[in-house]
């Protein structure tokens, strides 16, 4: 048994070496026209052969370690305790949206500028995620292409304000319908495929709606992308210093203040604020509808649901059509706050990250949707030193995830309708 | 009302149903019996709509329903049962018998939204009558568990119960006896003559305790390996000698 | 004539990137086949693959080795060691932990490994692409020489050859050998390979190890005949693969070859008559189609739904 264990254990450090040293210790540099070849610093060396020492004691001692390591989650209080009675949880968590909510609505008067830019990030990311979890925490559909919803919702702003003048208000609704109507079409044919193929086609419509963006220089500019698209309007009043258009009055001299850019930025949060915490409440009220319920009965079991007269692909397109829905909302606030899009923010990379988003927060209830949209926005720009090392992060933490919690994913619970007893 | 002719279900070279016929009057209990892997699921599997059978009609009121997808066929009334119970575990027993009901979900999207008053008449509709079949099967108590959490004999009494809130006309149960213990088998029992004198159901059962089988069925038809054996009234069947010599004599 | 040269032109461009293709796409399959996932991160051991071979070519180089074929073999055994040894190790750490669980789960593990392998070549060696020298140079010409000529390069007739002699070996290995056999038992019945005493985890983890290798042929082959790699080289190429392997029939290993040429062959044509910018579009457009209309693909066995 030990000499069984010394021998594998030797064997996962050599393997650890070779898939280290190559890539990470030998570092190609191009000098001209040559490529060279550099050790890496010593550092780096260090490191690897530290990595192939701890792997080898990690699995020499394996069993020992797993079993200590199984005997903590005992030692901590909150493991064992019982799940929260449903009525309790959703107060709980009702109260813990207000509050966030309500600071959420204050926090932009006190902090910078920028912070407020990045919060709105983080909002659009929200509504991202939110919608997202409809279609892969709710309905069990991994959707990889879902960054296409969001273009459809973007470029449908930016094209109907460069050729019609659309403002944003009106594009909010047209760009969100546009993006599920997309959403409908593409569903249809695909939502039949089994769970791993349909992530696989999606993927594929995202890349070629991205190509397309890209290559249809004559509509949407190409790699160049959009620019001068407006920013939202209150009531007709503008943000900038001087009115763009006719008709609207400018927000600053309605109020008698002095101008400042601080408004626009202030404005175009407290929108997405409105916005994610609409697509919250909203999607939160279809899981406790019919709707709502026929995705987890799909999920759980696609066969008794559909012998109980539940319509696979209805069903699954519903829950693709409102996902992709708030993409598209999502898109236009997107647009409006960066002024300029072009294809490179829709590439696969995005999904990636809005699947990390869903697959980190799932824990169950939208708040763990949010927090985890702030954890992954915010955490890369508090720590600018790591931020390279942010995607490495991310991909480490999807696969720890499915391999310890994969619960923080699929099941997130939807809220039981409870039968009261009749006296 | 069920017409089911020369039925035949290929599987690459496994001739798996051979030109199976059987049918089924309105108000009738009407069995198919035969050893393991004859094709009676596979039967089943074909008049639900989950296979597309090769070859043969089914009709059901003189409309053609082969080929039909299954959610389709179980709209006209036809709904199963499952040989190994297939309850939507983590939901509750209550939203088990709700799902059921949720054919036409997609109509009121925005009246579930807005809680239009006819949307909350509808709902309090579908909880009355789940309320009433859980308490016809004796499952009230337990309406708020998760559905996983029952045991055996519940589960398949709330596989019943599912069904029944579809309000079908036709009701195909697949061995619904396997695995009670003779009391539960008993109330089974109760429950499947109730179905058919009370609610006006038709059934056709697939089941391997005989003693079940005789008791209730109207008519029975054997099947042995893919092949229609033989087909009347429990007494007819009894005393067919293939029967006995293909079916009842080998166990 | 100059019609058919140049048609010939595409036709040889194509069969020499899709049976490059056939060789990634075996990973696919052989592994879809026997546990029922997509390996998401194939197209990153590919990846890996094409960068050890620069490493140790370059490394070579500096070493003063230069005869050919003995830098051609070292890179290649070293793509292929790093890269086999990459697949075992994914697949302990991201996929056998979480085998068995809902279809999703080992997928998103998968998508995360990808991630993963991606920004750690692009963290190690940086973000650019890097040249890779063509060490195989000339070809033949064919045609008159003031018009249009059809060339085979002998890298091309390398590439062809290369997956010809990895595909047999692979045939004659999965027909032949013990473990050959063991795979194709697994491949039909998990559960009952593992009753007859059949090591599974073993079986799964060879399965990754001979994907892999054959990945990183590819990735030598791919790198010297597209003349340059980055980090995000395999991730396309991985999903094109894909849809050869599917298009082939999923866990088919002849239809990933077939797969694999057809794929080649029609987004060369697309390159070549209409614009090299709607490639991708043409094979993701194919690899929809055949889902949605063939989702056994060409040569892959049809799957009855168990109930």
């Known amino acids: 048994m030990a000499a069984q264990n010394l021998k594998h254990a030797l064997f996962c450090a050599i393997i650890t070496l070779i898939i280290a040293y190559p890539i990470l210790g030998l570092n190609l540099e191009a000098e001209g026209t040559q490529v060279v070849l550099e050790g890496a610093d010593t550092v780096t060396v260090v490191s690897i052969a530290l990595a192939a020492i701890v792997v080898f004691l990690f699995q020499l001692f394996r069993d020992t370690i797993m079993a200590s390591l199984g005997r903590i989650p005992r030692l901590n209080p909150l493991a064992n305790r019982e799940p929260m009675e449903q009525g309790r949880r959703q107060r709980f968590e009702t109260i813990a949206l207000v509050l966030l909510v309500m600071a959420a609505l204050a926090w932009p008067f006190f902090v910078s500028r920028g912070s407020v830019d990045l ?13 997202l979890n409809v ?33 944003f208000w009106l594009a909010l609704p047209l760009g969100a319908c546009l993006a599920a109507l997309f959403g409908l079409v593409l569903g249809f044919p695909v939502l039949r495929l089994r769970g791993d193929y349909l992530a696989i086609v999606t993927l594929g419509f995202g890349e070629i709606i991205r190509i397309l963006l890209n290559n249809m220089t004559w509509l949407t500019g190409g790699p160049n992308g959009i620019g001068g698209i407006p920013d939202p309007t209150l009531f007709g009043m503008e943000f900038g210093r001087r009115i763009k258009e006719e008709g609207n009055s400018s927000f600053h001299e309605v109020f008698g203040i002095a101008y400042s850019s601080e408004h626009k930025i202030i404005f175009l949060y407290l929108i997405a604020l409105v916005l994610a915490v609409f697509t919250a409440v909203v999607i939160r009220r279809f899981t406790k509808m019919p709707v709502g319920r026929s995705w987890e009965a799909l999920r759980e079991d696609e066969i008794a649901a559909r012998s109980l007269g539940l319509s696979r692909t209805s069903v699954k397109l519903s829950a693709f059509t409102i996902g992709a829905f708030f993409a598209g909302f999502a898109g236009t606030v997107f647009a409006s706050k960066q002024g300029f899009i072009s294809p490179e923010s829709f590439v696969f990379l995005e999904s990636a990250i809005i699947l990390a988003i869903v697959v980190l927060g799932g824990m169950g209830s939208q708040i763990g949707v949010i927090l985890a949209a702030i954890a992954v926005v915010i955490l890369p720009e508090l720590a600018r030193e790591f931020s390279e090392f942010r995607m490495l992060i991310f991909g480490a933490a999807m696969v720890l995830m499915m391999v310890w919690r994969p619960q923080g994913l699929l099941p997130m619970r939807r809220i039981h309708i409870e039968l009261k007893k009749q006296e | 009302m069920l017409e089911v002719r020369n039925l035949s279900m290929r599987f690459g070279g496994l001739l798996a149903v051979d030109q199976v016929s059987l049918d089924v009057q309105e108000h009738e209990i009407v069995s198919i019996i035969g050893p393991n892997g004859a094709g009676k699921t596979t039967v089943f599997n074909c008049m639900s709509g989950f296979y597309r059978p090769t070859g043969g009609e089914i009709l059901f009121n003189d409309q053609p329903i082969h080929g039909k997808p299954d959610y389709k066929i179980s709209r006209l009334g036809l709904v199963r049962t499952f040989q190994h119970v ?74 019943i119960a599912r069904c029944m809130v579809t309000e079908p006309r036709l009701l195909m149960l697949d061995e619904p006896a396997a695995g009670l213990n003779p009391a539960e088998t008993r109330d089974l029992n109760q429950l499947i003559i109730s179905l058919k004198e009370d609610y006006n159901v038709s059934v056709v059962l697939i089941e391997h305790d005989m003693s079940l089988v005789m008791e209730i069925s109207d008519r029975i038809n054997v099947i042995n390996q893919g092949r229609p054996l033989a087909s009347g009234t429990p007494e007819e069947v009894r005393q067919n000698d293939d029967v006995i010599k293909a079916y009842l004599g080998e166990t | 004539m100059q019609d058919l040269l140049y048609f010939f032109q595409q036709l040889i461009n194509g069969l020499t990137i899709g049976s490059a293709y056939a060789l990634i796409a075996i990973g696919y399959t052989m592994v879809y086949g026997i546990i029922g996932m997509i390996n998401f991160a194939h197209g990153e051991i590919y990846m890996i693959g094409a960068y050890t071979a620069l490493i140790t070519i370059t490394g070579l180089a500096s070493l003063g080795v230069a005869w050919l074929p003995l830098v051609l073999l070292v890179a290649l055994i070293c793509a292929m060691l790093v890269s086999s040894s990459m697949g075992w ?48 140079e000339g070809g033949f010409t064919f045609g008159p020489a003031d018009s249009f000529q059809t060339s085979i390069s002998y890298m091309q007739i390398t590439i062809f050859i290369t997956t010809l002699i990895c595909m047999t070996a692979l045939s004659l290995f999965i027909s032949r050998s013990r473990t050959g056999r063991a795979c194709r038992a697994v491949s039909q019945d998990l559960g ?25 042929v590819a990735g030598l082959l791919l790198g010297m005949y597209y003349g340059s790699i980055d980090p995000l080289f395999g991730f396309i ?19 990933a070859m077939l797969g694999g040429l057809i794929l080649g062959v029609s987004e060369s044509m697309t390159s070549g008559y209409l614009s090299g910018e709607y490639k991708d579009v043409v094979s993701f457009g194919l690899l929809i189609l055949i889902l949605l209309f063939k989702p056994t693909g060409l040569l892959g066995k049809p799957e009855v739904e168990k109930i």
């Open chain 3, 237 to 255: 190429a991985g999903l094109k693969a894909f849809t050869a392997a599917v298009l082939g029939g999923i866990g088919s290993i002849p239809g």
């Open chain 2, 86 to 159: 297939r309850l939507f575990n983590k939901m509750t027993v209550v939203e088990n018998l709700l799902v059921a009901q949720h054919r036409h979900l997609n109509t009121n999207l925005i009246a579930g939204l807005l809680g239009s008053p006819n949307y909350r008449k509808r709902e309090q509709k579908a909880l009355d009558r789940a309320t009433y079949w859980l308490d016809r099967v004796g499952l009230l108590e337990l309406a708020n568990r998760e559905a996983g959490n029952l045991a055996y004999g519940q589960q398949r009494r709330l596989e």
């Open chain 3, 89 to 136: 190790a994914v697949e302990r750490v991201a996929y056998r932990p979480v085998r068995g669980r809902h279809r999703l789960i080992p997928l998103i593990s998968a998508i995360g490994m990808s991630i993963f392998l991606q920004n750690y070549v692009h963290l190690a060696q940086g973000s650019r692409n890097i040249g890779f020298p063509a060490l195989i």
């Open chain 1, 119 to 131: 919060a709105t990030l983080v909002l659009i990311y929200v509504m991202l995620a939110l919608g």
């Open chain 1, 135 to 167: 279609v892969v925490g709710l309905a069990g559909l991994l959707d990889l292409g879902y960054v296409a919803f969001y273009a459809v919702g973007a470029y449908t702003f930016a094209l109907l304000s460069q050729y019609f003048g659309i403002s």
């Open chain 3, 192 to 216: 009952m390979a593992n009753l007859l005493g059949i090591d599974t985890n073993r079986i799964i983890s060879a399965t990754f190890i001979i994907g892999a290798a054959l990945a990183a």
